[in-house]
């Protein structure tokens, strides 16, 4: 195993919810089965093969009629609530989505390693331009960026601030770095 590249179960989890919300419980189980996973659960603090999480979303995305990058791209935004609830004291309740984004790599990421030593999420260098401008440096060699822009977009939600935040990816959303544009209107 050694070397295999694992990742925490609780992104297999909320990709089973994903998929049974956009389908149904059977879209799971199907899902599994086309990519020849013989495991029926994912538990919530294990860690799991990334190779797993990828077939399972490019079948998904290929099931669904939709590019890998704009299934991880909703996922990204669906998976908000559950992590603002499991990670809710990381965070002070008068953020909103600007402080969200310019503290989650001190706040967020580092609960996620302080709760689980093993989980690798990617790295986040959030530069302010001025008062209503973000620039998100997102680093991974999991080349996961769609779900970080999903997140971004699903931190506006949450907020009730989607009017007032656009998000801009400027770069390859393939790519090992990727920069993301973070305008807030006032």
Known sequence: MGSQDLMHGSIFVLLKRYVEKE???????????????ER????MHEMYPTDELFALVHQASEDMGISAYDLM??????IVPDLLL???KYFKPEWRTYEMLLYTEEAMHGAVKKEDSRTSPPKLLVTKQ???????DYHSKRRMCG??????R??????????????????????ER?????????
């Not at 779900?147 to 971004?152: D, E, L, P, R």
């Not at 699903?154 to 790519?175: C, F, M």
């Open 23 to 37: 389908y149904d419980y059977s879209a799971w189980m199907k899902l599994l089965e086309k990519v020849g996973i």
């Open 178 to 186: 990727v920069q993301i544009l973070v305008d807030f209107q006032k």
């Open 73 to 78: 791209e909703q996922y990204g935004e669906f």
């Open 147 to 152: 779900v970080a822009v999903g997140i971004v």
């Open 86 to 88: 499991m990670y809710k």
């Open 130 to 136: 001025g008062n209503s401008r973000l620039i998100i």
């Open 154 to 175: 699903g931190i506006a939600k949450y907020y009730n601030e989607s009017d007032k935040v656009q998000v801009t990816r400027l770069t390859d959303p393939y790519a």
């Open 40 to 43: 029926t659960a994912y538990q």
